[in-house]
């Protein structure tokens, strides 16, 4: 009988359940134990949502991020946060966030919090975590509490538990040396906690352990693949059974390594992995279980089960009860229930699946497996008719999009002249200070935005009256902006749900879901979109808005779009063509937005690329051919206009040193980068790479309440000076302000005015 099990269940809740708790906590509104016992309640749904399976994860679930979960599990925290004393949760928001809970956090009162821990991708998801730190001096100390506790639970539950841990060497791989030291040092230090941890579950009668290991599909280097075998040796006197879980991509030369760990299983993401699973089968040992991940985590399209079912059936004939099936990792990167749909498009719905039809999917298979095709006849005929549907329906295919896209030429992504002229042209025109200072696009969505989105969604708000509400909020913005004394304006972008959604709903070729929440971070959830077909642009979508905050100042405002590689990154992307084509669909409809914002006098135009990054394929060997039509993609855009027209871009919580040549081929006037967490860190390619054009590091993290001071924000722009020549540098925020408040923002921005004021004084 084949094995079902998960890797991962989304946190969130159906309906954000989570995000809305832990925002209560942290403004002082909701108790710590109400808090805790929201959390128990979600685990234990989630639990019975998952019981029909075989093995169900336990472990998973975290309150901000499951690797700072580790890091405190394996009391790996940094020196800032050791000397805090009381309840553990706020210590944890402290590494997170920088403080805890309004009117709880003694250390906020005094000292107006910590600095966050850093935060960066990952892998090549849109998940950030909490990167683990680590100096030469870093001791490790088992408090296994949460998870035993959560454990406890789960078995209490009559639920059949499978605890998840992350490997001792991802944990390692995707940590951070605060000093010279080599992090595979510490490797010595934290197995015998690990050991300690596996001895603990099993002495509650777990019989098997999680354990992932997804650096096992990157390429490592000797050192690194040494230490796999080191640590497993290590662990493999565990009274507990280990399941090595790899995912996101293709093992290749670490195939044989993982094969021959000492564990009691592997499991394979046979999403991005399937041409290696025939060599796993001849590698693997026969009383290893190997573990397939058959249905996608990390897209939203329905399995094709009898596709699956065509290359699966042999292998179930051949591996028996040594074969398990789950999702290809966790299912934290897609949305909880597509039954909550009520207004999705009921064609682009029939071709979906959400987490909990993913797991349907999943019974589905098993029966198939288990029990012969005949048992699930009716389901599979449903699934094939919902497969066929989609691969047949005109709404997916636009001739004229098809046109366009062949008829991409070179000329298409060239600037008129090369960067020196258009600085000299546009600093004539322009006419800023040195250190000019702007910010990266929105400001808080307050209460009031919201509520005039919700009524005017719900039909209680007509155009006209929701128009009139979002100028109000545009007009707010620029006349704080101006009191502020910043150089360079920005609307406010009042009227945007999401940066990439709102964009989304006015292109064709998308569909948008009402709950389709998953969480990039923390409490922060995005939307993303459904991008089912070809992309165009019916008409402007940004201009009007634009046009009207300039017309409230003489101060130049900033035309704000995202870009085509992160709205593609940040959507549920089709599956029937290369991403690359849908990427130049969405330059091309993005192109058009900036010409038309450039007809009606926008003199800067700022093209967001967060995404950029997270797009890399995970082995850098495979990286040039996405750079190369992803750096495209952005040119085709940002490149149609005039010289004296100023674009910007922006990239956030992204290490992007090993990738400065592509991004300095984008050719942008100026690009905005995250620093502030990273103490400028991120700047050290500065050393060797001479970027030609203007860079704005960000001094200030938008993504914890602290407020820095003006002197902190002197302090990181004269690191980045040191680097970067004075004249080609900017003041910004590392990100927009969206989830920020008026009353955290205006102070922070007061301070960054006059740090360059102070700057400018210096020079």
Request: net charge negative; with cysteine; aromatic share 8%.
């Amino acid at each position: 009988m084949v094995t079902t099990h998960n890797l991962g269940f989304p946190r969130i809740g159906a309906k954000r359940e989570l995000k809305f708790a832990l925002e209560s906590y942290w403004r002082g509104q909701l108790s710590r134990d109400e808090l805790k016992a929201l959390a128990a309640q979600l685990r234990q749904s989630h639990w019975q949502e998952q019981s029909k399976l075989d093995l169900v994860p336990v472990g998973d679930f975290a309150f901000y991020d499951q690797v700072l979960d580790m890091s405190f599990t394996l009391g790996n925290l940094p020196d800032r946060a050791r000397s805090f004393h009381g309840d553990q949760l706020d210590n944890y928001f402290r590494v997170a966030r920088g403080r805890s809970a309004q009117d709880r956090d003694e250390h906020t009162s005094c000292c107006g919090g910590i600095a966050a821990g850093e935060m960066t991708k990952w892998f090549d998801t849109n998940y950030h975590y909490i990167v683990p730190e680590f100096t030469a001096n870093t001791e490790f100390k088992l408090d296994a509490s949460r998870l035993l506790e959560q454990l406890g639970d789960a078995i209490a539950q009559g639920i059949k538990a499978k605890p998840v841990i992350i490997g001792p060497v991802t944990y390692l791989w995707i940590g951070k040396a605060k000093d010279d030291s080599n992090k595979l040092a510490l490797l010595e230090r934290l197995l015998p906690v690990y050991s300690q941890l596996l001895d603990q579950l099993a002495a509650l009668g777990v019989e098997w352990v999680q354990i992932d290991e997804p650096v096992l599909v990157t390429e490592l280097s000797a050192d690194w693949q040494y230490a796999l075998d080191l640590a497993y040796h290590h662990l493999k006197s565990s009274r507990v059974k280990l399941l090595l879980a790899t995912y996101f991509g293709t093992l290749q030369e670490n195939t044989y390594l993982a094969c021959n760990l000492p564990v009691a299983g592997l499991h394979l993401d046979a999403i991005n992995a399937r041409d290696e699973i025939q060599v796993v089968l001849n590698l693997l040992s026969s009383h290893k279980v190997l573990s397939l991940g058959v249905i996608n985590g990390r897209n939203i399209w329905k399995t094709d089960l009898s596709a699956v079912l065509n290359w699966l059936e042999p292998i179930a004939k051949r591996l028996g009860k040594q074969l398990w099936i789950a999702p290809s990792c966790s299912l934290l990167h897609v949305p909880v229930d597509l039954a909550s749909e009520k207004k999705l498009d009921a064609e682009v719905q029939s071709w979906l699946a959400f987490a909990l039809q993913k797991l349907e999917e999943l019974q589905i298979l098993a029966s198939a497996l288990n029990e012969g095709r005949e048992s699930v006849a009716a389901q599979l005929a449903t699934n094939q008719a919902a497969i066929a549907s989609r691969r047949t329906s005109s709404r997916v295919t636009n001739p004229v999009v098809k046109a366009a896209i062949a008829a991409i030429t070179p000329a298409l992504g060239q600037r008129k002249s090369a960067y020196p002229i258009r600085a000299r042209k546009q600093a004539a025109r322009l006419n800023l200070p040195l250190y000019p200072t702007t910010t990266i696009g929105s400001f808080p969505q307050t209460v009031e935005i919201r509520q005039a989105r919700s009524q005017f969604k719900a039909g209680e708000l007509n155009e006209e009256g929701y128009k009139i509400a979002m100028r109000a909020e545009i007009e707010h913005s620029v006349r704080e902006q101006e009191a502020l004394g910043l150089d360079v304006l920005v609307h406010g972008e009042a009227e945007r749900n999401d940066m990439v959604e709102y964009f989304g709903e006015q292109l064709d070729g998308y569909a948008f879901s009402q709950y389709g929440w998953v969480q990039s971070y923390g409490s922060r959830c995005v939307k993303p979109p459904i991008l089912f077909g070809d992309i165009s642009r019916p008409k402007a979508m940004t201009v009007e808005w634009i046009k009207y905050a300039q017309s409230l100042t003489s101060k130049p405002i900033k035309g704000m779009l995202t870009g085509p590689v992160t709205i593609l990154n940040w959507s549920f992307v089709r599956d029937d063509q290369p991403r690359s084509v849908s990427c130049y669909q969405l330059a091309l409809a993005i192109r058009e937005e900036v010409l038309d914002l450039e007809k009606e006098g926008v003199q800067i135009i700022q093209i967001d690329e967060a995404a950029l990054r997270e797009g890399l394929p995970l082995r850098k060997s495979q990286w040039q051919p996405y750079l190369d039509w992803a750096v495209e993609s952005f040119r085709i855009t940002a490149n149609g206009m005039q010289d004296e027209t100023q674009i910007h871009t922006h990239m956030c919580y992204s290490e992007f040193n090993d990738i400065i040549a592509s991004i300095a081929n984008m050719d942008a006037d100026v690009i905005t980068i995250e620093t502030s967490r990273s103490d400028m860190e991120l700047l050290h390619v500065f050393d060797e790479f001479k970027y030609p054009n203007e860079i704005g590091p960000g001094v200030y993290d938008i993504h914890s309440p602290n407020i820095p001071t003006q002197e902190h924000i002197v302090q990181l722009m004269k690191k980045a000076a040191e680097r970067i020549p004075a004249e080609r540098l900017w003041v910004n925020p590392d990100c927009g302000l969206k989830t920020r408040q008026w009353s955290e923002v205006i102070p922070a921005l007061t301070h960054m005015v006059a740090a360059a004021k102070t700057l400018r004084g210096e020079v």
